[in-house]
């Protein structure tokens, strides 16, 4: 299996940071969905596009500042707060629009070649909603899991100029294999790549680091 040798790394991290009093509940797959519940509850009403339309400005912004507390707090944040209103409604009753494909949606957002719908409303903030929208399904994209999926080389193999849904998609797929080789959510899995600290990973040889094709 391609992805063995960044499972068992992340899996001994997930070991250890479970053997500390400090970090074991939260690493508690029961009360980590639990969190995740809870943070779902809260914004449930608002993750339709009738719904999206209908909720006003300072409720939209506290979405995104706070889109998932179950997740690292510096997912969602960026947007402006004199961020065009009614720009900002039509960019997430797009993306929670699951009518329409994934693909589309994204592409739409962020458009290919450059340019956004909204400024500020990046990868983290996008994958971090659509995660809350259907946890099983979304993984999130940021730059430190990026980063760390990339050293652990099973970063899929992209054009260099690839669309943000593309991209996405691409590597949706890697986290999806590697929570369920885990045993653990994808929430949970992003919780664990920003636990993971540069020093293990500088001594982590990835057998293929940076040219693995996501097939």
């Known amino acids: 299996m391609a992805d063995e040798p960044a499972v ?17 509940d939260h690493f508690d797959l029961s009360r980590d969905r639990t969190a995740g ?37 510096g997912n969602g944040r960026g947007v402006p707060k004199d961020v065009d209103t ?20 994204l592409d739409r957002l962020r ?13 983290s903030a996008i994958t971090s909603v659509l995660h809350l929208i259907d ?10 899991s990026e980063g760390v999926l990339r050293r652990l080389g099973v970063y899929p193999e992209l054009p260099r ?16 294999r590697l929570a369920s080789a885990l045993g653990i959510d994808l929430g949970l899995l992003d919780d664990l790549l920003w636990r993971v600290q540069p020093r293990a990973l500088s001594d982590f040889a990835a057998p293929q680091a940076h040219a693995r094709r996501d097939r």
């Not at 450059?114 to 409303?121: Q, R």
């Not at 946890?135 to 430190?144: D, Q, S, V």
């Open 111 to 123: 458009p290919p070649g450059g340019g956004t719908m909204v400024k500020g409303f990046g990868p």
């Open 37 to 73: 519940e809870d943070a779902r509850t809260r914004v449930a009403t608002m993750l339709t596009p009738e719904r999206v339309r209908g909720t006003d400005r300072d409720a939209l912004l506290g979405l995104l500042r706070d889109v998932n507390q179950h997740n690292h707090p």
């Open 8 to 24: 068992q790394f992340l899996r001994s991290v997930l070991t250890r940071l479970r053997s500390q009093p400090w970090e074991r």
């Open 135 to 144: 946890p099983a399904r979304y993984g999130i994209l940021n730059g430190t």
């Open 161 to 176: 100029a690839a669309s943000l849904a593309v991209r996405y998609e691409a590597v949706n797929r890697v986290l999806l």
């Open 86 to 105: 009614t720009g900002l409604r039509e960019a997430l009753a797009l993306l929670v629009d699951e009518r329409l494909p994934l693909g589309e949606r």
